[in-house]
């Protein structure tokens, strides 16, 4: 006979191992959803540099190398009011292998002739997808007060898969591969097309989407924690807008939006013109300067680490000043042609940008998520730093076409970057001791 409850009564018994098993499953699920997103970021950063090769092979203009970067964004801005929605809409895991299954279609479009320009800005139709699932599902997944330190591992793996792939990238692309690899597989009867170093770059690449996607099918399912109101464009549109509003009109929302929004217009530009840089100052060679570009990133790993450690997200708007030290940094480059040197800048731009960003980006998503919900607020947060990349970029291929040499654009750059956040830090300093 079944017994009513007694609401006085203790509680069943809890297993004495139970919170040691809770700890061991979401740790088991912060892996994986990390080891995802480390595979993903590995495979948009390699495509990147097969993707340059393949334009200078087919002998693009010097002006389509920052193009392509800006087609890889066009996405992002373009479906910011749909792809924010749709990521808190269905169990983020599920967005992320849709996503990464897109990117894995328009690396095949690239290795089967598609233009390299229209092929990647396909991945980026994934990759733009892919954010918001990516850094919404930590706000979901973690409690407040581990954001800075997650998103310390989220940033510092995506740093990671930003240095292997410019190097993998590099060594994808460079002679020996040529050498080593692709003369192989021409002795063959059935190579798939695959005659020069780019295009075995690419389907390099492809396994690496492939891996991620796997990866993705293992992410725990969780509970959806925003529904849909609206399915229609349009009521999707009004909501970005009162999003975009609403975070833009947060002090500290305002703050975090403007410094990640520059730091990944410059960073970005800035990629491109190491690039260029690096040959013209340096005389380095393709492979040497794809490789240039990972001491920026290993610096940010190092940055990233120290901010995680070191910055409560209550304090991050204390770190504003840092973003001036880096754009006087970059500023220093115009005159060096020492690559012992360079490489010194290099990584102290990288530690001076991960010290700054790590904090802006979890005061960001944990405002956002506080605000309108996870997706919503990274949709936001993508449009914002991905228009930033494509006036950057766009302002970068202007200095190209118009004959500007590598170091007067180097010297525009430090300037603007400095000069832009001396005016953050002087509208929004006295906002350091307020508590998200």
Known sequence: MHKPSNPFAAADPVPADAPLRAASSTARGFHTILAAQFFSSLGDNALLFAAIALLESMQAPAWQIPVLQQFFVFAFI??????GAYADALPKGQVMFI???????????????????IAYGFVGLGAALYSPAKYGILTEYLPAERLV?????????????????????????????????????????????????????????????LVAAILNCFIPKLAIEHALTHRDPVSLVR????????????????????????????GTSLRFIILAWSAA?????REQATQLTAVVALGLAAGSVIAAKSVPVMHA??????????????LAMAWVSDWRLATLLLLAIGILAGSFLIPMNALLQH?????????????VQNFNENLSILLMLGAYSLMIKAGFSI?????????????????????HGHDQDSNP
């Open 239 to 266: 909501e970005f807008r009162q999003s975009f509003r609403m975070l833009w009109q947060d002090p500290l929302g305002q703050v975090s939006l403007a410094v990640t929004s520059l730091f990944w217009g410059a």
């Open 407 to 427: 170091q007067t654009v180097v010297i525009a750059f430090g300037l603007f970057i400095a000069l832009s956040m001396a005016a953050i830090h002087r509208l």
């Open 317 to 330: 708007v204390k770190v504003l000043p840092l973003g001036i030290a880096m754009g006087l940094v970059v």
């Open 281 to 285: 100052a340096l005389n380095f060679d």
């Open 78 to 83: 373009l479906l910011a009011p749909f792809v």
């Open 149 to 209: 330190w997650a998103n310390g591992w989220m940033e510092g793996l995506t740093v990671a898969a930003i240095i292997l792939g410019a190097i993998f990238g590099g060594l994808l692309i460079g002679p020996r591969t040529e050498d080593l690899i692709v003369q192989r597989l021409n002795g063959l009867a059935f190579n798939g097309g695959i005659d020069t170093a780019p295009e075995f770059a690419i389907l390099a690449v492809l396994g690496i989407y």
């Open 99 to 117: 996503s990464n299954s897109i990117k894995t279609a328009g690396c095949l479009a690239m290795l089967f002739g598609l233009h390299p320009l």
């Open 367 to 379: 405002r956002g998520h506080l605000l309108m919900g996870s997706g919503h607020s990274v949709a």
